[in-house]
Structure formats: structure tokens, C-alpha cells
């Protein structure tokens, strides 16, 4: 989890300081022995597409819930995580969760499930959709690679 942590941190590392927790979040990095901030929750599942994809500092809402979380997000091939701030004891996305594993120690290895069938949509949770809203801040970061057409 302090991988995928420092890698979503990394995007804009001039930006330490800059939303919620973020003193919370760095002790938590630096010492083994702190469990992960209760209302953090990080997410996975399979990302079977070309590309990827990092961004922090995005509001996504779940319409039919009312629900609102601040995300980080990064995904390439093969696997994609999400980092959301939850303020609800349930967590709003149905993924597995890799902070379920907080609790063990940072040396042993633990056999993550990942379902091959119940994949999110290619866009989920960047693009919005009928049941759901996601906007980013003033700082937000995106970037796509550059597509060579064929007249170029």
C-alpha cells in the first residue's frame, strides 16, 4: 500500500500540503508501525487496456447515494488503484480493497483475490456517467500520450 501511496503522492510532488490529511498520510508512509487513516480506503482491480492513467485531487460522486469521496487514481496494464477519502463506514465502491490488508506486516506476502469477470468499464471513474459526477481540482494533472495519424 506505501507503493501505490507514493506513487499517486509522486504526481506533483511540489504539492505536499495540498488537501486533506496530508500530514496523517506522511507519517503513515514513513512509519511501518501506524495503521493506514480510517476514512482512507485503497481499491484494485484488473486493467486490461493500453495507456494509463494518474490523477489526484478529483471529487467523484455517486449519485444514487448522494455520496462523496475525494480519489487519487492510477492505472496501467495490468492492474489499476484508487485511493479515496470515504467519509461513510461503508466502502462506496464495490472492489476489493487492498487496505483490507493494513493490519499485516510489511514484509509478509498475502495472496490478493482479483476477479477476471467483474471488471470496471475502460473510463471508470474518470468519465462521468448516468450515476455518477466526478470533477477535478485546480491542480488536478491529466495526461494522454501522444497518437501519431496516419498523415503526420
Not at 478529483?58 to 492510477?74: K, T
Not at 472492489?95 to 493494513?102: A, F, Y
Not at 483475490?113 to 477535478?136: C, D, G, K, N, Q
Amino acid at each position: 500500500m506505501r507503493a501505490v501511496f507514493g506513487h499517486l503522492a509522486a504526481q506533483g510532488v511540489d504539492r505536499y500540503l495540498k488537501g486533506p490529511e496530508t500530514e496523517e498520510l506522511r507519517d503513515w508512509f514513513l512509519n511501518e508501525s501506524l495503521p493506514l487513516p480510517e476514512n482512507i480506503r485503497i481499491y484494485y482491480w484488473p486493467f486490461p487496456h493500453h495507456g494509463s492513467i494518474i490523477f489526484r485531487d478529483a471529487a467523484y460522486l455517486d449519485i444514487p447515494s448522494g455520496q462523496v469521496a475525494v480519489i487519487w487514481l492510477l492505472k496501467f496494464f495490468p492492474v489499476s488503484f484508487l485511493m479515496s477519502w470515504e467519509e461513510s463506514p461503508q466502502p462506496l465502491f464495490g472492489l476489493p480493497r487492498l487496505s483490507d490488508w493494513d493490519n499485516e506486516v510489511v514484509t509478509k506476502d498475502v495472496a490478493l483475490p482479483l476477479s477476471l469477470t467483474e471488471i470496471p468499464h475502460r473510463y471508470w471513474p474518470e468519465a462521468p456517467s448516468e450515476t455518477s459526477v466526478i470533477t477535478f481540482g485546480q491542480e488536478a494533472m491529466f495526461a494522454v500520450p501522444h497518437i501519431k495519424h496516419a498523415s503526420q
